[in-house]
């Protein structure tokens, strides 16, 4: 079965980022871990109440087979972390699914995976993108190769539906 991982802030992650997505996964037969940089109940924009899987730093990437990371607020405090940076690479290396939705999006620009990718960002985040060698399409849902990216709340069903499209053919 495969699993994937999706990382939102404690405070601040946006509701139907997460919950859409995971929702869409697990339809796919997708086991899903949510990892949190602190552990305890962690609160979305919109009020939803997630309690996580386990902590960020405890992420290990051959135990996954995609990476997701979570817009909303609170997405920016992985946009130069070296552990997010770290694992984003490790999983294109390995040839595992990285996907970043909204603003989260730019975390996968800011580690250096998006060079010359097709890639889509909350609108406003667009800069992060191109200063970071990415070609921002503007889309709903982005996929390049491994790497899918999406650009907000509205396209969330659409951005797991696509991770599990590419999981479930992974090693095709």
Request: aromatic share 6%.
């Amino acid at each position: 079965m495969k699993k994937a991982v999706l990382v939102i802030s404690h405070e601040g992650f946006r509701d139907e980022e997460l919950l859409e997505t995971k929702e869409v996964l697990k339809k796919n037969g997708i086991t899903v871990k949510v990892a949190s940089r602190e552990p305890g109940e962690a609160k979305g924009k919109l009020g939803a109440r997630v309690m996580p899987d386990m902590l960020f730093k405890n992420i290990k990437m051959q135990d996954f087979d995609a990476i997701v990371f979570v817009g909303g607020p609170g997405a920016v405090q992985y946009w130069d972390d070296p552990l997010a940076h770290k694992l984003l690479k490790e999983a294109v290396l390995f040839g595992k699914v990285s996907a970043g939705i909204c603003s989260a999006a730019a975390t996968l620009a800011r580690a250096g995976i998006l060079k010359g990718k097709r890639a889509t960002v909350f609108p406003g985040d667009s800069q992060e993108l191109s200063a970071n060698g990415a070609n921002y399409t503007a889309k709903h849902v982005e996929k390049d190769g491994q790497i899918i990216t999406a650009d907000g709340p509205s396209s969330a069903r659409d951005f797991g539906a696509e991770i599990a499209r590419a999981l479930n053919n992974q090693g095709e």
